[in-house]
């Protein structure tokens, strides 16, 4: 981290040098941003926001708008919604050069370099225009002005998910993603993910105003999405790379750097050197044991201000430190730096140095966990090149925010093994916090999902404890049946012994003599074929027909996988559910266990004597259990049969977590003779 740029860049500042250069930062006053947000209009149209976990749910609400007499104009007199589906740039845009990269972080800083590159060039003091030394690349989408509005209006004209309107935008020539967003103030309905509404940072930059009405569907995801979405993990790499970066960067324009920006970046490079020495007091040692192939794991789990006074950071301010890194962009500026003028992602230089301590530290957590002689003479893949040349800082930020949270509404957890090296990892125990301004803000919310059991623990967990009585008295919960006939169209069985007469208990130590036979498959991509070729065989017209006999196809796959959610296996896809055990979450994980113990800390004891975080651990594994068996039925002529396979599932405790429409047709079978007479049946 100690190396310099070599002479070649100390020369005068060019016009593209000062495109990546800080400008002058001159308050730490919040005057300026509260004069900008009184000087907006604003906008007095209430309307919805309906929001889900993903890209595919979204696009079947909207193709069910289509079909309902809110998305068509059937006669002169009928109402007609206007909506917009909003999304990333991984999502909406259509320039190839940007669609290019692999993460959304380098896709949303080339798109806005483009942006800036389309703006006038600066003309010098004679007025005539500098001669670029190359071309800069610009967006042709971006700047066809007029097709982005004509797209815009099209946006409110009509109902389009998000593939209809990249069809439309490059059929214009227009961009879909920014006609999406100027199509927002002009819409009653705005179809968007989870990360754009839940996302405090990400809704601003949106230009999403709260005071309306928000649908979250889905919902038992919500608490996860929240955990999730605040969480973030940093690696020891990732911080030894940003702070030889903003050294650089500091070197470079060290001249032209200001009092204020010179002090927040020397800050910002302490805050980053603490991180580093804290990641080295977790390197492992090497282990001589006879499972040395196996990765040694440690970790530490510390509250925020723990954390913070070991690290001695106790003494920053992260407030400030993060609304100047938001006000100045210091990490895009950094960004342009990395890409105009380091190569593999560090400047090399020829004269020899004294190494220190830290930095022969960094030189281990950077190296292969099994290096080999001659590493250096090896060039750079092509992928690792990739990965050097993003700018990591953007992403630590995030570490930032996260250090000017509440003490208590989350932890620290430093873990390390031989493979991966030392990480540093915020760990949100109370989403509630983040959920508040949503709840405050919104005119309403309704939170709606199919497998919403148990729903305590949802309420318990989004409603701030100091404010939990007053929202309580104006919930008002609705629940309703399946539109199916439980009576004939569901056989819902709860199995607790085989043919042998032994008892199924898939407990964790019980089940560890058991051999896998087939796994759900490990690549996304591979999903698709698997799903083709069963539903060939379950739909005779595959392999599965032999001799004119029907031969039924088999799918194994695992809770919470791939096929465990957003899948319908209808018709005959999905004549009968077996679920193998109670997938409970691992008891043994940090995580977890620091969840349970705030619950408990922080929330009364359920009336039959359990602990809040007992039922926390409970609930995850109901919630596991309603998403998936409730992938058969999809439609009101569909049936199928469920067979919960453990004698657990005998207990009132769990039956009572179960849907309403599954739990009022259960029966319970001691004997496999039985279940299995019924199911023919």
């Keep these: 981290i100690d190396d310099i740029l070599p002479e070649a860049i100390e020369d005068s500042l060019s016009i593209e040098d000062l495109a990546i250069a800080l400008d002058e930062y001159n308050s730490d006053d919040d005057g300026d941003m509260e004069m900008m947000d009184s000087n907006e209009e604003e906008d007095q149209l209430t309307r919805i926001f309906f929001c889900s976990r993903t890209h595919s749910q979204l696009s079947q609400f909207v193709k069910e708008l289509q079909k309902s007499p809110f998305g068509k104009q059937t006669d002169p007199d009928g109402f007609q919604v206007t909506m917009v589906g909003l999304g990333s740039r991984s999502n909406l845009c259509i320039n190839d050069e940007v669609r290019k990269l692999k993460s959304v972080s380098l896709m949303n800083e080339r798109c806005l370099e483009m942006q800036k590159n389309s703006k006038p060039e600066a003309s010098s ?43 439309k935008g490059r059929s214009l020539e227009a961009c879909p993603y920014y006609a999406s967003r100027h199509a927002v103030p002009l819409t009653q309905l705005v179809v968007l993910p989870y990360q754009t509404l839940l996302h405090k940072a990400t809704r601003e930059a949106s230009g999403i105003k709260l005071k309306s009405v928000v649908i979250i569907d889905e919902a038992h995801n919500l608490v996860e999405a929240l955990n999730s979405m605040h969480s973030c993990l940093v690696t020891a790499k990732q911080i030894s790379k940003a702070h030889g970066q903003l050294t650089r960067y500091a070197h ?21 050197q603490n991180l580093l020495h804290a990641t080295k007091s977790m390197n ?17 789990l510390l509250t925020v201000n723990d954390f913070l006074f070991s690290s001695k950071l106790d003494n920053i301010n992260f407030f400030k430190l993060l609304r100047y890194c938001e006000r100045s962009k210091i990490s895009r500026k950094l960004s342009g730096f990395v890409e105009r003028f380091e190569q593999n992602g560090a400047v090399a230089i020829n004269k020899p140095t004294k190494k220190s301590s830290l930095s022969t530290f960094l030189e281990n957590i950077e190296k292969p966990a099994l290096s080999t002689a001659n590493t250096n003479s090896t060039p750079p893949t092509k992928s690792e090149y990739d990965v050097t040349m993003a700018s990591p800082l953007m992403h630590i930020e995030s570490l930032f925010a996260a250090f000017s949270s509440a003490n208590q509404d989350g932890r620290v957890v430093m873990t390390t093994d031989s493979e991966s090296g030392p990480t540093i990892k915020y760990l949100l125990l109370n989403p509630a916090s983040h959920f508040k301004q949503i709840l405050d803000q919104s005119r309403a919310i309704i939170v709606a999902g199919g497998t919403m059991q148990p729903s305590s623990c949802l309420l318990d967990q989004l409603l701030p404890e100091s404010d939990a009585e007053k929202h309580r008295s104006r919930i008002a919960e609705f629940s309703c049946g399946h539109v199916i006939n439980g009576a004939t169209q569901l ?40 799903l083709v070729d069963y539903t060939r065989c379950a739909s005779n017209k595959g392999p599965g027909k032999q001799n004119g006999m029907l031969c039924c196809g088999l799918l194994l796959s695992v809770v919470g996988g791939k096929m465990s959610e957003g899948i319908n296996f209808s018709d005959e896809l999905g004549r009968c559910v077996v679920m193998v055990g109670l997938p409970y979450p691992n008891s043994q994980s940090p995580e977890l266990r620091e969840k349970m113990n705030y619950l408990d800390r922080n929330m009364k004891r359920h009336t039959d004597g359990r602990s809040a975080g007992q039922l926390h651990y409970e609930n995850l594994c109901m919630k596991a259990v309603n998403q998936s068996i409730g992938r058969a039925i999809r439609h009101r002529n569909d049936y199928a049969s469920i067979v919960l396979l453990d004698k657990r599932y005998l207990r009132p405790s769990i039956t009572s977590k179960l849907p309403t429409w599954i739990s009022d047709h259960l029966t319970n079978h001691e004997r496999f003779g039985t279940a299995f007479a019924s199911i023919k049946k």
């Design 125 to 167: 003091e004679d007025g005539k225009r500098k001669r670029q030394k190359k071309p800069k690349s610009t967006c042709c989408y971006y700047t066809n002005h007029d097709a982005t509005s004509h797209l815009t209006n099209t946006i409110v004209d009509s109902i389009l998910d998000i593939e209809e309107v990249v069809k």
């Design 252 to 272: 470079k324009f060290n001249t032209r750097l200001k009092a204020k920006n010179l002090f927040y970046v020397k800050q910002i490079l302490y805050v980053l």
């Design 284 to 300: 492992v040692k090497k282990d001589n044991s006879p499972n040395e192939n196996k990765p040694k794991l440690n970790s530490r």
């Design 491 to 530: 056989l819902p069985i709860a199995l607790s012994s085989g043919p042998s007469g032994e008892e199924f208990e898939f407990t964790f130590q019980k089940r560890r003599s058991l051999k896998l036979i087939f796994r759900e498959p490990k690549k996304a991509n591979e999903v698709d074929k698997l």
